[in-house]
């Protein structure tokens, strides 16, 4: 026996581990996710100056300046990110959502308006002077939180109708997705669209809803990329590159040849002959073709479990994150991560029609690793702000106070100041909700005051204060009614 009270012992300690002084359900995805993180930027800050090094001697003079101007990003994105972390999310989720919503829709519009291609056929950077701003990589957040929020309030909160739920998901979600597909940005709208599938089933909302946009959605990207000459390229050049390799498939036949270099163990970091120049955007949208040539086949397998971890790490927070908003913020900026990633990988080998998106934390670009940090930050924000999960009978232990021992040893608990409203000595309980204390499936039958029997509801205490009768000593309760006093 006393073996076994002490398995059961070691077994609910085992449960309740800590790091450094956090429950481990709550630590352990942090600090993975921070190490995962720490990791990817690093290694990418490695690849983004051998791919790139070639290009910026040959056009600055200088070989560190796409790394310099990398790091200079990747260090606001990480202060901006702690900035998110340390703030509790529902700050941004609730109070903040229109602000933010409005300044997104407002850069959103002035791209369409008063944006650049920067030569790449597609409008959808603002030119700075010293950084080129790109809203859809921002948009992307924002969607996250307007999504989160009307989520909540139809499934959690209930303030919400249907009708009043779809209303505005149309206008919260479906406007900025209309102003990015205008600009035309098909890659982060399919971003989007599969990040508000998964958050949709998340959610609670019903398949048959989440096919019907899924099969919406596959045939608004056919039909966008059947009807202009750019992204009808795109597409037939994944079916066949080699129909045109010195033009549009050049890009892509390149990547290949630069995979088919690395071989399984890659030519090493430094070392790939497709950043001279022969393979174009090397250390941004094709930075994943030159990993595979310097790092070989194992060094893209690698990338691919980093962001495995990585994802791990973000749907345990999103698991234990304390409300429906807090679970969907954080799946919903895992999933905009890893969809990208999977989109760009895709892209490159082949598999589908080149988008432009980079990889998050290791292409370079000032927009996409500053949005990444903030994607991170986010996640941080639910897991710091994640607490033990509470159920309605622990905020109603935290009214109750110990008053003292009655009678024979037992207890009495009475109802503080929270909720307890007596309307005078001696008077029930009013708007409290009241307790039935029960003993073997029936009600505990302890005598009141004046010899009437009690079932522990109404009865009072000192101050007129509700009081539950738990018997008449703790040892009689655990032995049961049934058997008689135990001596030694």
Known sequence: MAGRRATRADAREAREATILGVPERFMRPRLVLAACVGILVGFGLLMVYSASSVTALESTGDAAYYLKRQLLFGVVGIVIAIV???????????????????????????????????????????????????????????????????????????????????????????????????????????????????????????????????????????????????????????????????????????????????????????????????????????????????????????????FAVFMWAGFQIARYAPDLSGRLVAAGCTSLVIVQLLLNVCGVLGLFPLSGKPIPFLSYGGSSIIASMMIVGMIASVSLHSSLPETAHDGLRRSWQLEGERGGGGLSLVGGARGSRGEGRGAPERGSSGFTLVQGGAPSRGRGSGGRRSSGVGSTGRGGRGRIDLGPSAGDRLRGRDRGPRTR
């Not at 997104?104 to 002035?110: D, E, G, M, S």
């Not at 393979?279 to 094709?286: E, G, R, V």
């Open 84 to 306: 998110l972390a340390v703030v509790d999310y529902h700050v941004w989720v609730r109070r903040l959502l229109v602000p933010i919503w409005v300044l997104t829709a407002a850069l959103l519009a002035l791209v369409i308006v008063a944006g650049t291609d920067n030569d790449m056929g597609a409008t959808r950077w603002i030119n700075l002077g010293f950084f080129d701003l790109q809203p859809s990589e921002f948009a992307k957040i924002t969607i996250v939180f307007t999504a989160a929020n009307v989520a909540e309030r139809y499934f959690e909160e209930g303030s919400l109708d249907w009708s009043g739920f779809l209303k505005l998901m149309v206008v919260g979600v479906g406007v900025p997705l209309v102003l990015i597909v205008v600009q035309p940005d098909k890659g982060t709208t399919m971003v989007l669209g599969l990040t508000i599938v998964v958050m949709g089933y998340l959610a609670g909302v019903p398949k048959r809803y989440l096919v019907a946009l899924l099969v919406a959605g596959l045939v608004g990207f056919l039909a966008i990329s059947l009807r202009d000459d750019y992204s009808r390229q795109r597409l037939l050049t994944m079916l066949d590159p080699w129909s045109d390799p010195f033009d549009t498939g050049y890009q892509l036949i390149q990547g290949f040849y630069a995979f088919g270099s690395g071989g399984l163990l890659g030519v090493g970091i430094g070392f790939s002959r497709q950043k001279y120049s022969y393979l174009p955007m090397a250390h941004n949208d094709f930075i994943f073709a030159v990993i595979g040539e310097e790092c070989g086949l194992l060094g893209t397998l690698g990338v691919l479990a980093g």
